[in-house]
């Protein structure tokens, strides 16, 4: 069974400091994994795949099979930023599971 | 506006009163999915509908049952809701199983009393 792990309930930094959100999984298969953000009163929504290999807002993320991570960075964090972020697995049976989340805070 | 829309956004039950919630897509997709999502934890699938396939995850309890009468339209039904089931659920949709990329809805929260 695949598993995401995402360490870090909760993230502040400072406006134009470097976030980087922290994700581990672990499954047999090949994986695609995601990155998905929700706004304060907006909906769960993508942000970046793995297979896609593009910067969204800023954020990139790079797939390290070897350390079965997914960490998603931005060198220069903005308030706007501030959101909840969730790492996503989808397996080869089709089915997305995420992590717990990470809330960020971005401090004027 | 293309979009996933669940109501109501807040529904309050009875411990054991059936409970129905809804969801509606104007995007045309073939999947549907129905998510539970309990305070700082993770979505979890409960099942989803490709097309009129039926596909129940199996951790589902038996207490969960879900009814796709058309494309648009996807239900939710918690026969008899436990004190255990309280948390939001999210519904999501997907224009095909491959890709990853899911269309959420805004949740509705139940509160079972």
């Known amino acids: 069974a695949q598993r995401v792990t995402q360490p870090e309930k909760l993230l502040s930094v400072f406006k134009g400091a470097p976030v980087e959100l922290k994700c581990n999984y672990s499954?047999?298969?090949?994986?695609?994994l995601f990155w998905y953000v929700q706004y304060s009163r907006q909906r769960l929504q993508l942000l970046l795949r793995?297979?896609s290999r593009e910067s969204i807002k800023g954020f990139t993320a790079d797939l390290n099979k070897g350390e079965t991570s997914f960490h998603l960075k931005k060198p220069f964090a903005q308030e706007e930023d501030s959101a909840m972020y969730y790492c996503?697995?989808?397996?080869?049976?089709?089915?997305?599971?995420f992590g717990a989340g990470t809330t960020v805070t971005v401090r004027a | 506006d293309a979009m996933v829309i669940q109501n109501p956004r807040y529904q309050v039950t009875q411990f054991g009163k059936p409970v129905t919630l809804s969801c509606s897509q104007t995007?045309?997709?073939?999947?549907m999915y129905w998510y539970q999502q309990k305070s700082s934890q993770a979505p979890k699938l409960l099942f989803h509908?490709?097309?009129?396939?039926?596909?129940n995850e199996a951790d589902t309890p038996d207490n969960f049952q879900s009814r796709r009468p058309n494309t648009s339209f996807c239900f939710l039904d918690i026969r008899s809701p436990g004190l255990g089931d309280a948390a939001m659920y999210l519904c999501?949709?997907?224009?095909?199983?491959?890709?990853?990329?899911?269309?959420f809805g805004p949740g509705t929260r139940l509160t079972v009393l």
């Open positions: 999501a949709t997907s224009r095909n199983l491959q890709g990853g990329e899911q269309f």
């Open positions: 995007l045309n997709h073939n999947v």
């Open positions: 996503a697995l989808l397996s080869n049976d089709y089915k997305l599971s």
């Open positions: 499954y047999s298969g090949s994986p695609e």
């Open positions: 509908y490709y097309d009129k396939d039926f596909n």
């Open positions: 793995h297979i």
